[in-house]
C-alpha cells in the first residue's frame, strides 16, 4: 500500500453530514451515524466532568493533610468518577458511538432496524444524564466507588435513588439501541 | 496505606506524588492523541473511502457515507478476507 497514498482524495459532495441543515433535521434525525455522533460527543462531555474528578481524587494525596478538599467531598468525587465513567461512557461508547456507527455499514444496511426506537434511545440517555448530573452538583452522593450500586446509607436514600435511577436509564437506553443493530 | 483515603501519615508523602507524578503521565497520555486528531480533522489530508484496502463492506461506502448508506442492499458472494479480490478490482496489492 504505497502506490495509492500519493494520490489526492476529495470529500463527497454530499454525505450524511451536509444532507440536511437545521435544527430539526438533526434533533429529529433518524440515520444511525447522526445518532452515533450524538452519543459521541455526550460521552466526550461526560468523560470531561468524570475526567476532572479522576484529576482531583489524585490531586488531593500530594500532600499528607486533606486540603484540597473536603473528605466529604473526596468520597463524593469517587462516587461521580465511578458513575459517570462505567454508565455514561463506557456502556454508550460501545454500543451507543461504535456499535450505532457501524454495524449498519459493516452489514451492508440502509439503517438500524428500527431507527426511532434509535433516536429515543439517545433521548432516554441524554435525560438519565441530566438527572445524574443534576444529583451529583446538588448536594452529590458521598457512598464512595462501587458502594453505588449496593450500600445505601439510610440519610442518602434520595440522591441514592436519583442515582441509580438515572444510571438505569442510561444503562438500559441502550437496550433499544442494542437490539435493532444485533 | 490503603486506597481512598482523604489525608495520611507525612511518611507516604514519596509514594503519593510518585503516584500523582504518574497519573500526570496519563494525562499526557489523553492529551496527545486529542490534540493530532484535533490536528488532523482540521489540517490532515483527506484519506478517501478505503485508504488500507480493506475489504468489508463498510469500505466499499464513500467517506463520510451517504444518508441511507448505500444504494441498493449489497449482496456478498465472496469470502470474508479476499485480499485478492481487493488486489483484482483496485490493481493494488495491500
Redesign the interface.
Known amino acids: 500500500m504505497s502506490s495509492a497514498q500519493s494520490q489526492l482524495h476529495t470529500l463527497p459532495a454530499k454525505n450524511y453530514l451536509n444532507a440536511e441543515y437545521g435544527l430539526k433535521s438533526w434533533s429529529l434525525t433518524l440515520d444511525h451515524k447522526r445518532i452515533a455522533l450524538f452519543y459521541l460527543f455526550t460521552t466526550i462531555f461526560v468523560c470531561v466532568i468524570g475526567g476532572t474528578a479522576a484529576a482531583l481524587i489524585r490531586l488531593e494525596p500530594l500532600t499528607p493533610a486533606g486540603d484540597l478538599v473536603s473528605s466529604d467531598t473526596y468520597n463524593k468525587l469517587f462516587s461521580m468518577h465511578g458513575i459517570i465513567m462505567a454508565f455514561f461512557l463506557l456502556v454508550p461508547i460501545a454500543s451507543g458511538v461504535l456499535g450505532n456507527c457501524l454495524i449498519p455499514l459493516m452489514i451492508g444496511a440502509k439503517d438500524v432496524a428500527l431507527p426511532r426506537i434509535n433516536l429515543f434511545s439517545w433521548y432516554l440517555f441524554a435525560i438519565g444524564g441530566c438527572v445524574e448530573l443534576y444529583m451529583m452538583f446538588a448536594g452529590g452522593l458521598d457512598t464512595g466507588w462501587p458502594q453505588s450500586f449496593c450500600h445505601w446509607p439510610q440519610s442518602h436514600v434520595f440522591p441514592a435513588i436519583h442515582s441509580w435511577g438515572s444510571w438505569h436509564a442510561a444503562a438500559l437506553s441502550q437496550l433499544p439501541t442494542g437490539v435493532p443493530g444485533s | 496505606m490503603p486506597r481512598?483515603?482523604?489525608?495520611?501519615?507525612?511518611e507516604?508523602?514519596v509514594l503519593?506524588?510518585l503516584?500523582?507524578a504518574g497519573?500526570s503521565i496519563l494525562?499526557i497520555g489523553?492529551l496527545l492523541p486529542t490534540m493530532y486528531l484535533l490536528w488532523s480533522l482540521k489540517y490532515g489530508?483527506?484519506?478517501?473511502?478505503n485508504?488500507?484496502?480493506a475489504v468489508?463492506?463498510?469500505w466499499t461506502?464513500?467517506?463520510?457515507?451517504?444518508?441511507?448508506?448505500?444504494v441498493e442492499?449489497?449482496i456478498?458472494d465472496f469470502e470474508a478476507y479476499d485480499y485478492d479480490r481487493v488486489a483484482r478490482l483496485?490493481g493494488?496489492i495491500?
Open positions: 481512598r483515603y482523604h489525608s495520611y501519615r507525612p507516604f508523602q503519593s506524588v503516584s500523582t497519573a494525562a489523553y489530508e483527506i484519506a478517501g473511502a485508504p488500507c484496502h468489508g463492506l463498510e461506502v464513500q467517506s463520510p457515507p451517504p444518508i441511507e448508506n448505500v442492499t449489497p456478498v483496485t493494488v495491500g
